[in-house]
T-cell receptor, first 110, second 112 residues
Framework: KQEVTQIPAALSVPEGENLVLNCSFT??????LQWFRQDPGKGLTSLLL?????REQTSGRLNASLDKSSGRSTLYIAASQPGDSATYLC?????????FGGGTRLMVKP | EADIYQTPRYLVIGTGKKITLECSQT?????MYWYQQDPGMELHLIHY???????EKGDLSSESTVSRIRTEHFPLTLESARPSHTSQYLC???????????FGPGTRLTVT
């Protein structure tokens, strides 16, 4: 059974810092991995999808990397802004379902 | 942009009532999913469907049931709501197994 761990669980930084959020998963037999953002009480917004054959995927200030063999993914956020404050979730996709980690709760202070 | 809708967004209901949470998508996606998220906890898959007349249970046991009569519609039903059903229910869809999943805004259910 897939297990997903996200570190750190919470992070508070001043505006402008570059951040790295970590995700590890136990079963490397995945199709892809998605990173999501969740604002309090809201649904999930997909940030990046990285296929199992890819090493990196970029969208604006976000960059996700995937090392499938070691079961790790990182989300890099450049020049953080207060609007980036949210919970970030990673979810490897084994085909019939996404498995979610507990998330990293990010607070970016002005 | 993802076009996936859930109604109602918020529901407060008494114990024993039957409820149906609606989910619809206009993207023509074959795959649809229901996830449950208790406050402050992880999301877990409770149901999924690969197409019309196809439904399967997810990794988290749930007393809810689902149906898939039309491609765009994937409602979730609780025959008799209990306080333990209080949670957020999130619907998602995707074009295929290796494609991106898009999520709806969620339904926050409170059973009193």
């Amino acid at each position: 059974k897939q297990e997903v761990t996200q570190i750190p669980a919470a992070l508070s930084v001043p505006e402008g810092e570059n951040l790295v959020l970590n995700c590890s998963f136990t079963d490397s037999a995945i199709y892809n991995l998605q990173w999501f953002r969740q604002d309090p009480g809201k649904g999930l917004t997909s940030l990046l999808l990285i296929q199992s054959s890819q090493r990196e995927q970029t969208s604006g200030r976000l960059n996700a990397s995937l090392d499938k063999s070691s079961g790790r993914s990182t989300l890099y956020i450049a020049a953080s802004q207060p609007g980036d404050s949210a919970t970030y979730l990673c979810a490897p996709n084994a085909g019939n379902m996404l498995t979610f980690g507990g998330g990293t709760r990010l607070m970016v202070k002005p | 942009e993802a076009d996936i809708y859930q109604t109602p967004r918020y529901l407060v209901i008494g114990t024993g009532k039957k409820i149906t949470l609606e989910c619809s998508q206009t993207m023509g996606h074959d795959k649809m999913y229901w996830y449950q998220q208790d406050p402050g906890m992880e999301l877990h898959l409770i149901h999924y469907s690969y197409g019309v007349n196809s439904t399967e249970k997810g990794d988290l046991s749930s007393e809810s049931t689902v149906s898939r009569i039309r491609t765009e519609h994937f409602p979730l039903t609780l025959e008799s709501a209990r306080p333990s059903h209080t949670s957020q229910y999130l619907c998602a869809s995707s074009r295929g197994l290796s494609y991106e999943q898009y999520f709806g805004p969620g339904t926050r259910l409170t059973v009193t």
